[in-house]
Structures are given as structure tokens and as C-alpha cells.
């Protein structure tokens, strides 16, 4: 499945870029030569509050990219594809690259499983890379980590124990105005880089 990726639209860049060993897309893994991969679910970004407006999920992004040299490859379905446009576009780094929308189950679970690790919401992308063993770093809000939070040898869980509608388990959040959502608008990009980084350690056993 690797293989359809490299001959496709994005074969010079994997091929140049990417070190195919181990996923160093940031699909929160960022993959290529010598750069690590990190792979990245796209629309999880954008749930995850990090702050208001799109400069933070672009942060994060960049931050990924120059705090751990990682190339970072980033994920989701058709839905989240104009997302990954933005966050390519704003952050302006040939590092990130926006895959979502343009693979299938089977590939994005190729790309994962070549990935660095993950990073997004606890979400079917999460899943999948727990499935092919690519590490994660799971940002939890409304659901119950304790029954769905993905099962992974490799795992960072990110969770606001202290709200008291933490794990709402509501598709909307009920709550209005400033109070919305606090469960994402509260994890700042620098929680999500620590845990990063934490996971990384662990990984390379350092």
C-alpha cells in the first residue's frame, strides 16, 4: 500500500523526504530521510481547541517541525481536507503535507504504520494508528477515555480531569459562549508538545 502512496502525486516528496523505515509524515509522524514522521489527524487538530482561531493549530504544527525535526503528514477524510490546506498554507513549511481526502483506509493505516507517532482527538484515525502500532498522543474532551480511548503500547493521554463536564459524552457541547468547550479550548499547544516529547523519550528509550 506504501508502494500506490510512492508512485502517486506525493512520490518525490516521500522519496526525498522521508526515510520509510518508520513513519516521519507528521501524520503525527514525520517520516523522511533521517526526519522522523509525525502523523496528524487534520479535523482531531481543529477539535482539539488549542486556543481560538487557526494560528494554534498551525503552531502546533510548525512547533513539530522545528522543536523535533519532524516532517509532519497530516490526516482525515474528505471533510477535513480544506482544513489541511489551511493549516499547510498558513504555516508555510514544505515539511507539512496534507493527505486528508486523499487516502483510503488501507493507506492511511500504511502511512501510520510507518509513522513516528500520532497526535488528534480520540477519533477513528486514533484507532487506526493504535492498531498498527504507531505511538500516539491522544487528546480526549468529551468522550470517556476509560471505554473508548484507543488501547496502544505507546500512549500519551491528554485529558482536563478537573472540569466537571469532562467526558460529557455529548456530540455537542451544551454548554454557551465562553463556557463552550473548555475540554479543547483549554490544552494549550505547549501540553500537547510536553507529551510529545515525553512519548518520544520513551520511544527511543532515552
Known amino acids: 500500500v506504501l508502494q500506490v502512496l510512492l508512485d502517486g502525486a506525493f512520490g518525490d ?21 533521517g526526519v ?15 486556543g481560538r482561531g487557526d494560528v494554534h493549530r498551525d503552531v502546533l504544527a510548525e512547533r513539530l517541525v522545528a522543536d523535533h525535526n519532524l516532517a509532519v503528514v497530516l490526516i482525515g477524510g474528505p471533510t477535513d481536507q480544506k482544513l489541511g490546506d489551511e493549516i499547510v498554507e498558513k504555516s508555510g513549511r514544505n515539511e507539512i503535507i496534507n493527505l486528508a481526502g486523499k487516502t483510503k483506509l488501507r493507506e492511511s ?19 487506526l494508528a493504535a492498531s498498527v502500532d504507531c505511538p500516539i498522543v491522544v487528546i480526549s474532551g468529551a468522550d470517556d477515555p476509560k471505554e473508548t480511548s484507543p488501547l ?22 451544551p454548554l454557551k ?4 468547550m473548555q475540554c ?6 505547549a501540553a500537547v508538545l510536553g507529551q510529545v516529547t515525553d512519548l518520544l523519550r520513551e520511544i527511543s528509550g532515552s
Open 13 to 33: 516528496f516521500f522519496e526525498h523526504r522521508f526515510r520509510l523505515a518508520r513513519f516521519a509524515c507528521l501524520l503525527d509522524g514525520d517520516a523522511a530521510f
Open 177 to 180: 459562549g465562553e463556557h463552550a
Open 109 to 127: 493505516a500504511a502511512v501510520l504504520a510507518q509513522a513516528e507517532l500520532f497526535v488528534g482527538n480520540d477519533s477513528g484515525p486514533a484507532h
Open 152 to 173: 496502544a503500547r505507546h500512549k500519551r493521554l491528554i485529558y482536563l480531569s478537573h472540569l466537571e463536564c469532562i467526558s460529557c459524552v455529548k456530540n455537542t457541547c
Open 36 to 50: 522522523k514522521q509525525v502523523g496528524r489527524h487534520a479535523g482531531g487538530v481543529q477539535r482539539l481547541g488549542l
Open 184 to 189: 479543547m479550548k483549554q490544552i494549550t499547544v
